[in-house]
């Protein structure tokens, strides 16, 4: 058991481990660097040597990564290009936004989606089932930016019930946001939403047809008792890794909704940062984001691996 | 008895023609199928039936309502917003038409090849696939963009790159539930050679699988496209897209809704038929789509 | 209470088919269950017998539904009664023993759980007492340390323990009584006859009723007083379990018979050909009409009813008074033979095969992975054309050995050598192509084996263009001959493997592995995915094969009674290690090891007559022990300390009959001669 998360822990290690040398591999194969971006049409002879000079950049790749490697491992993420501030304290209000439009999203939406799928699939077929599941479709295949801009126009502009803008700044406290993040929050929870619940509908009805649910019905267990006791610890134990997949997969959405209703977060800073080239500013983000995505898994892997017997004993007997 | 008495003519065609069949006979494929056709058709035929000229601005209309010479009134630049509907998809269809094949291709002959080597190579691979994967689409795309510029060359080539690495993990799973089979083995026993084991016994198996796939890359690359368009980092202007006009047209929503409403409309129907159509693609492959996660 | 404790009238059950129409699973079942008595419900996969028996319960598949008839239960139609009504019933006093429990018990609960649970919805215990009355059950279903039980999840327990878990679970509402859905399928040999064993105690001392399903007659034959055949949906034949097993009127019941290997006859079983009509394809006549040897016209226009004979019997055949004539034993063909000694076609020479390999946690961790082979020390010498039979029990590691030869599966030590004395390379990427194909392997599930995405000619043709280069109308010629060879027609070549029977698939198996035209063949399992009447045609077909093209070879089978029917020397393993070597006829006359012993005397013949000794326990054994003798644990003739220690040397008695045991051939027949003396005494 310590062996495999010992195991688990290491293949994260080594994942964010590759993604920082793709990203810095990545941003080194641009043409151009933060020197050029900052300096703009000045960008030529002693001025860019300068330049160059002071950030370090005329040193060997090899060793540059070494130094970023090592300086972020320590939470040191580096200095913008252009303003001369450092990233870490850039970024820190950012990630607290972008981490709170997640959380609350999450809060709803993962509720909400065990329980529509566990209602549908257990009337598989029937009207609710057709119901919810062709509305799930729609929200989960409309782009985020379109359902963003209809819910704005409904509720903001026809409606006039919520704001359909954040003018919030970033480095405002928490409960501010409040209700600027309950449309971005919606559009969120809609498409995590409706992920979810699909593959926690088909988990229940693989589930629902299973030997052992045959057995109990036959045992004579009261229907519901066998819905709690004996079905859903068994469908839902699967889903927790595809249900972190997903998580981690829409944070990539996240960046839309952020500049949509243009909420101080991780993604808005992300889209200036590459629209200005501040490579060293995406070079922080990307990895703090890859580090999120495998800490995502890395928690649904952990959780599925107490959670389950199988699997517990399974490595209890091989460790 | 009478299970076997009429043997097929040609075996691979009756299939594909049942599995149409099947497709068809569920109201969400046939909604799904009659949407993408559509789509499809129109996207081929629009430039000879559209009714004005996507560009010709008219400063003396701005932003009227729908009309009759106006079914869908005009833009902020007094352009026919009808006309750019019927034209805004036919960028995104042409690419992401081309980069779907190409993305199901590689990634699905590199997991393939992966799913039956098995072994150490398989495991760096996969780190390396989980590398790409941790980093959001839109950061990936972005900085490629930004770098060589928005036209269809850069755009093919960079969305059929990232959009096949996830076809990668879903071919190299599917192919660890053939390698494990025994006709896998009778073919490793009679000493057949690689090539000849992925094109004979592991392609034929894992290609429903690939086709589902290639259904949904397709959906999330469009996805893409027009979100890329809408920050304002896909099709330049004056060229018509969907996703750029809901971005401009978002200015105005509040007093001219219209110009959001069609583009909105066309965008979704192409996107939900797609989805539509692979669901029941899936459904009559016997495949459960929706116990995968969309990475 | 009067009437039989569960009556079924008249009942049919069918679903609603592709083309909208209803076909019938169940069609007219009449069935009585007394109080207390054991019936048998025998058919083959399909005949619609689990059924039946969850049609009992008032329970039908999902997609099933009655369409007309009742079942009643103590009097009460099952079907009329409410939700709650039948909660009460099932698993109360109806229980059910499901056919795989390691699938029916809920694998996120403990088993000491699910037990309270059943005890909870349905004993007449107080809840303070519920966990002391779950270990009492575990212990009375002779799971040995009961209380640890309890705490364990289903995929801790071993498949033996599994099913008494469940026969534990069934009891907890004290049922009048128990429905047995295949119980044993799937277990070992030993383990099979301990559980029947148990059932019949729990039966007898309780006063149970036993509903008992299963295609396993000879399971039948030891727990049933009647017995029901099945065949396509109806009831063909129902009598005492002597009528039916020693007299059977039915021309089925009789075909069945004649189709069961068994290991008292060294002839092979008769097949049973066709197979049986797909649910709603019986036409209006009998549905066995296709494949019985004394249809007449009159058999294809009007179906026979049930009749009731004074026997006691009850067959619907129009002529039940002809079947006699039909044979009801092997009198199959006489298996073909060596004669003389033949040169080497296969050596094995100490080979050890481990499955584990050492990871890279494990050198981290400085384990020693290594640890004890799963196969040690086999050395054995096939003689060209020559059949040796492997057998054993799970994990005796037969199969294991297969992989090896066929390259599949690289030795850890030892070497394989062909006629000429030439090595194999270990990996089957390393071989010669002649060696490639002078080998072939047939496995055990045709399902498995053949691509369900090429049509039998692609199949075919991929060992005739691999190893003979052969194509266009060459190909196609030679394809449909090696078709003519297994049996099955040309039209074969367009078809998909999904498009066949079970047979016929594994024909096509046996076929692309003969397309090679190999010096020897490897069976994996090659019959234990068929139905008998299938398995004996499949038996035929192969010592065919070996009569006609001097084939060599190696079957490795489960079933005692099978390898016993094609082998010419059989080989006896247990843990990976051998037991006992020898000409068949010397080992099945007289087992000497006391593996060989145990194991032959747990197996189950179709005739109320015998009965197995059990000799030993059935613990299921993990690994093999580090040292001594891999039958240590579980020997009843155990010497002591000689036996944990030393590796058993090779004792060897007449013709090549030899045993790995620190006992000599000679005083293990003498001490099997006092053991069945005393026994009579």
């Not at chain 3, 063909?333 to 100490?350: M, Q, T």
Request: aromatic share 6%; with cysteine.
């Amino acid at each position: 058991m310590l062996a495999m998360l010992l195991r688990r822990l290491f293949l994260g290690l080594v994942t964010v481990w590759i993604v920082s040398m793709i990203i810095f591999a990545g941003v080194e194969m641009l043409p151009g660097d933060s020197c050029t971006a900052f300096l703009e049409r000045e960008a030529q002879g002693k001025l860019l040597e300068n330049c160059r000079e002071a950030q370090g950049l005329n040193r060997p790749a090899a060793e540059r990564y070494f130094d970023w490697a090592t300086s972020a491992a320590r939470g040191d993420l580096g200095i913008s290009a252009n303003g001369e501030k450092s990233i870490a304290e850039l970024v820190g209000d950012r990630l607290g936004n972008s981490l709170l439009l997640a959380a609350c999203s999450l809060a709803l939406g993962v509720p909400l989606a065990i329980f529509l799928g566990v209602v549908t699939g257990l009337w598989r077929d029937r009207p609710v089932d057709l119901a919810v599941s062709t509305l799930a479709i729609f929200a989960m295949t409309i782009p985020e930016f379109v359902s963003a801009t209809v819910l704005i126009l409904i509720f903001s502009v026809w409606l006039g019930w919520l704001p359909g803008i954040v003018l919030t700044s970033a480095s405002a406290p928490a409960s501010e946001f409040f209700p600027e993040i309950i449309l971005p929050v919606l559009v969120l929870t809609m498409v995590m939403t409706a992920h979810i619940l699909r593959m926690v509908r088909s988990s229940v009805i693989e589930v629902m047809v299973g030997d052992y649910i045959q057995m109990a019905t036959l045992k004579g267990v009261p229907y519901w008792r066998i819905v709690f006791r004996h079905a859903l610890p068994n469908a839902l134990l699967p889903a927790i890794n595809v249900v972190a997949l997903t998580i981690a997969w829409l944070l990539g959405g996240v960046v839309v909704i952020e500049v949509v209703f243009n909420y101080p977060g991780l993604g808005r800073m992300m889209i200036d940062a590459i629209s200005d080239r501040d490579l060293p500013v995406v070079q922080a983000i990307a990895l703090i984001v890859a580090t999120v995505y495998v800490c995502v898994n890395l928690s649904a892997d952990i959780l599925t691996m107490f959670a389950n017997p199988r699997l517990r004993t399974l490595h209890m007997r091989r460790g | 008895m009478t299970v076997t008495s009429a043997p097929p003519q040609n075996t691979r065609l009756m299939r594909t023609l049942s599995v149409l069949r099947d497709v068809v006979s569920r109201p969400s494929g046939a909604i799904g199928l009659f949407l993408v056709v559509f789509h499809v058709v129109l996207a081929l035929v629009s430039p000879w039936i559209v009714p004005y000229d996507y560009k010709a601005m008219n400063s003396a209309m701005m932003l009227t309502g729908p009309e009759a010479t106006h079914w869908l009134g005009t833009d902020h630049l007094g352009r026919d917003v009808f006309t750019r509907v019927l034209l805004g998809g036919r960028e995104a269809l042409l690419v992401t038409g081309i980069a779907t094949p190409i993305a199901v291709t590689w990634g699905g002959f590199v997991g393939i090849l992966f799913g039956l080597i098995g072994g150490r190579i398989d495991e760096v691979l996969m780190r390396v696939v989980d590398a790409f994967l941790s980093l959001p689409w839109i950061l990936k795309m972005l900085v490629l963009i930004v770098t060589f510029g928005t036209g269809v060359e850069v755009l093919i080539p960079t969305l059929a790159f990232f959009y096949g690495i996830p076809v990668i993990r879903i071919a190299r799973a599917a192919t660890h539930d053939v390698v494990a089979r025994d006709f896998v083995s009778a073919a490793r026993a009679r000493g057949h050679s690689r090539m000849t084991i992925i094109r004979h016994e592991l392609l034929p198996n894992v290609l429903d699988t690939l086709m589902v796939e290639g259904a949904m890359r397709w959906s999330w690359m469009l996805l893409a496209f027009s979100s890329l368009s809408f920050l304002g980092f896909g099709v330049s202007p004056p060229t018509p897209d969907w996703g750029l006009m809901i971005a401009d047209a978002r200015g105005f929503m509040s007093f001219a809704p219209w110009g959001v409403l069609g583009p909105v409309i066309a965008l979704s129907s192409l996107i939900i038929g797609i989805n539509l159509t692979a669901d029941a693609l899936a459904k009559a492959l016997g495949i459960d789509r929706a116990q995968k996660a969309p990475v | 209470m009067t009437g039989p404790l569960i009556d079924i009238r008249d009942i049919s059950v069918g679903f609603t088919g592709k083309s909208g129409a209803t076909l019938p699973v169940l069609r007219n079942i009449d069935l009585k269950v007394n109080a207390g008595e054991s019936i048998g419900i025998v058919g083959e996969s399909g005949s619609g017998k689990s059924t039946l028996a969850l049609a009992a319960m008032g329970y039908l598949k999902r997609g099933l539904r009655l369409m007309e008839g009742s079942v009643a239960f103590q009097g009460q139609d099952m079907f009329a009664r409410t939700r709650t009504e039948l909660e009460q019933i099932r698993g109360g006093e109806l229980a059910l023993i499901p056919q795989n429990s390691g699938q029916s018990l809920t694998p996120t609960l403990r088993i000491g759980a699910q037990l309270v649970e059943a005890l909870r919805l349905h004993a007449d215990v107080p809840e303070a007492q519920y966990s002391a009355k779950a270990i009492e059950l575990l212990g009375q279903v002779r799971l040995p340390d009961p209380a640890a039980i309890m705490t364990r999840f289903p995929h801790e327990l071993s498949g033996g323990q599994q099913q008494r878990a469940a026969i534990a679970m069934a009891l907890a509402g004290e049922p009048t009584a128990l429905l047995l859905d295949e119980p044993t399928t799937g277990l070992d040999v030993t383990t099979q006859a301990h559980i029947l064993e148990l059932l019949r105690d729990i039966a007898r001392d309780r006063g149970m009723a036993m509903v008992y399903v299963s295609h396993d007659l000879g399971a039948i034959a030891r727990v049933c007083d009647r017995v029901v055949v099945m065949y396509a949906g109806e009831v063909v034949l129902e009598g005492s379990t002597r009528q039916v097993l020693k007299t059977p009127i039915h021309p089925y019941a009789r075909g069945l018979l004649a189709s069961i290997p068994r290991l008292s006859d060294p002839r092979l079983p008769v097949a049973l050909d066709g197979r049986p009509p797909a649910p709603g394809g019986a036409g209006q006549g009998c549905s066995f009409v296709d494949r019985c040897a004394l249809a007449q016209d009159g058999c294809r226009t009007s179906r026979p009813d049930l009749e009731r004979l004074p026997s006691g019997e009850a067959v619907r055949c129009f002529h039940y008074q002809e079947a006699h004539q039909l044979s009801l034993t092997g009198s199959g063909a006489i298996p073909a033979s060596l004669d003389g000694a033949s040169p080497s076609a296969l050596h094995l020479d100490d080979l050890a095969i481990s499955y584990r390999r050492p990871g890279l946690f494990d050198k981290v961790l400085g384990r020693d992975s290594a640890g004890v082979p799963t196969v040690n020390g086999i050395e054995i010498t096939v003689a060209k054309g020559e059949t040796l039979g492997l057998v054993g029990e799970s994990g005796s590691g037969k199969s294991t050995i297969l992989k090896a030869i066929a390259g599949l599966l690289p030795p850890s030590g030892g070497k394989i050598t062909v006629a000429g004395g030439q090595a194999l390379a270990p990996e089957v990427e390393h071989r010669s192509p002649d060696h490639l194909r002078k080998i072939q392997l047939i496995f055990q599930n045709p399902d498995d084996s053949l691509n369900p995405r090429q049509t039998i000619a692609q199949i075919l043709e991929q060992p005739l263009k691999l190893y003979f280069g052969l194509t266009g109308d060459a190909l196609h010629q030679r394809s449909a001959d090696i078709l003519d060879r297994v049996r099955l027609g040309a039209h074969y070549l367009d078809r998909l493997p999904s498009q066949l029977s079970g047979g016929e698939k594994q024909r096509v198996a046996i076929a692309r592995a003969f397309a090679a035209e190999p010096d020897l063949v490897l069976c994996d399992e090659v019959t234990s995915a068929l139905d008998v009447s299938v398995q004996a045609a499949v038996l035929d077909l192969l010592n065919d094969l070996k009569a006609t093209q001097g084939t060599t070879y190696v079957f490795v089978s489960h079933d005692l009674a099978v390898v016993r029917a094609l082998s010419d020397r059989v080989a006896v393993l247990y843990q990976g290690r051998l037991c006992e070597l020898g000409p068949s006829a010397d080992v099945y006359a007289m087992p000497s090891h006391p593996y060989t012993e145990v194991l032959l005397g747990a197996v189950l013949e179709p005739d109320p007559d015998t009965a197995p000794t059990l000799s030993a326990d059935d613990v299921v054994e993990l690994s093999p022990p580090a040292q001594g003798c891999p039958f240590q644990r579980r020997c009843p003739r155990k010497i002591g300390r000689i036996c944990d220690t030393d590796t058993p040397p090779w004792q060897h008695g007449t013709q090549g009959h030899a045993i790995k045991c620190h006992h000599s051939i000679a005083d293990l027949a003498t001490a099997q001669a006092e053991g069945a003396a005393g026994q009579r005494a």
